[in-house]
């Protein structure tokens, strides 16, 4: 059984950092997609990052180009979202969502098993 268990989130002024971590149980990776998602108030969920756990370079939103970072830690099973230069509108609940198939477009939503999520708030 897949468990997702998202946490880093918090409050944080505009310019600030966070870093989120995504522990997966019964998720092999090394041949597993791993994604980050969000939904702000709102708004309707959208994707941020992707990594495939077995290799090959990350996918971004171009809402967070060069300022998020995906990585991963198989050893742990844990997935990372570095966030850096936050903005209000990256306030949102964050998810992590795993999948069996590969990782390409960050914005595609179909995946099998998502996290609770984690709050990200940035006040300006």
Not at 51 to 62: F, H, K, R
Not at 79 to 91: A, E, G, I, S
């Amino acid at each position: 059984q897949v468990q997702l268990v998202e946490s880093g989130g918090g409050s944080v002024q505009a310019g600030g950092s966070l870093r989120l971590s995504c522990l997966a149980s019964g998720v092999t990776f090394g041949s597993a997609c791993m994604g980050w998602f969000r939904q702000g108030p709102g708004k309707q969920r959208e994707g941020v990052a992707n990594i495939y756990t077995g290799g090959g370079s990350p996918n971004y939103a171009d809402s967070v180009k060069g300022r998020f970072t995906i990585s991963q830690d198989n050893r742990k099973n844990t997935v990372y979202l570095q966030m850096n230069q936050l903005q209000p509108d990256d306030t949102a609940m964050y998810y992590c969502a795993t999948r069996k198939i590969g990782c390409r477009d960050p914005s595609d939503l179909r995946y099998d098993d998502w996290g609770q999520g984690t709050q990200v708030t940035v006040s300006s």
